[in-house]
């Protein structure tokens, strides 16, 4: 017999559920129509496959599919991307994170040169990038700052996952150099919470069980966190991964990255329950912030 503890924030991000909720739509009201989201959906196969299931296919560029509509995932699509999709007579439903949608904004706005922290290749950066009609450097490494004019002053983005101990230690290496910038923080605190509810849970049980893939940057970064607490992590899909070993355990935290569902998570919880898991009555918070 073990217990069971709930993360208090765990799942879908609410970019994420928006997205989702847009295609599930998109599906019950277009029976007839070619149907396709620009990229996975989400970093999880389940999800994509459920949706692909129901008619929802995953394109990359236009000439990849038939005119029909097209879903842009949360993560947004460059700015070229998108008319390409338009020209060729794709009808767009943007299904953008209004985050990462502000920090696009801010992007075309912008008058002087930008330096962006986040990481190079992700489709976030990519996109929200090509908004930019002036020069940037991408900062992702401590080596990229040794682009850096210092006699230019500069404006930043920030890529919304942007891991806020980095952030800060690239603060310090500019000032310590004197480039003048001008900060906004619009890390979005999905991750960051998701990441504290980790914490608290490997202080409360000996095994934690991170659900999710590690096609997902946020949920490989739960399962680190809580290796690096010390207790015993497992990433697992579903129940189908979960062994007998990995249930000798007193106490088991169930946590989950931002790509997956709450049926997903409900699945798990059955699972453990069946097996002599009691779920405690002061566990589980909300998913989707
Ligand atoms: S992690 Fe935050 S910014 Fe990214 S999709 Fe989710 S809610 Fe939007």
Avoid: W
């Amino acid at each position: 017999m073990f217990n069971i503890h709930l993360a208090s924030v765990y799942g879908f991000c609410r970019g994420v559920q928006v997205a989702c909720s847009l295609a599930q739509k998109m599906i019950d009201e277009n029976p007839d129509k070619n149907l396709y989201s620009i990229g996975k959906l989400v970093h999880n196969d389940k999800v994509v496959s459920s949706f692909a299931s129901q008619g929802l296919n995953v394109i990359n560029r236009p000439e990849d599919g038939q005119p029909g509509i097209a879903l842009i995932r949360a993560h947004g699509i460059t700015r070229e991307l998108r008319a390409e999709f338009e020209q060729k007579g794709y009808t767009l439903i943007d299904g953008t994170c209004r985050i990462v949608f502000a920090n696009q904004m801010r992007c075309s706005e912008e008058k002087k040169p930008v330096l962006y922290f986040g990481i190079r290749n992700h489709a976030e950066t990519v996109a929200t990038v090509s908004y930019l009609n002036v020069p940037y450097h991408v900062i992702e490494n401590e080596e990229d700052l040794n682009q850096i004019d210092p006699s230019l002053s500069y404006d930043c983005v920030i890529q919304t996952t942007f891991s806020s101990e980095k952030l800060a230690r690239f603060k310090k290496i500019l000032s310590d150099r004197g480039v003048d910038v001008k900060y906004t923080n619009n890390i979005c605190m999905a991750s960051t919470r998701r990441r504290q509810a980790v914490s608290v849970l490997s202080r409360q049980c000996d095994t934690v069980f991170v659900i999710g893939e590690p096609q997902s940057a946020n949920t490989t970064a739960l399962y680190n966190l809580a290796l690096s607490c010390g207790v015993k992590a497992f990433m697992i899909d579903g129940p189908e991964s979960i062994s007998d070993e990995m249930l000798d355990a007193h106490d088991i935290g169930i946590c989950a990255g931002a790509s997956v569902s709450p049926k997903q998570v409900s699945e798990v919880i059955s699972f453990l329950e069946s097996r002599g898991g009691i779920l405690l009555p002061s566990s589980g918070g909300n998913s989707a912030s």
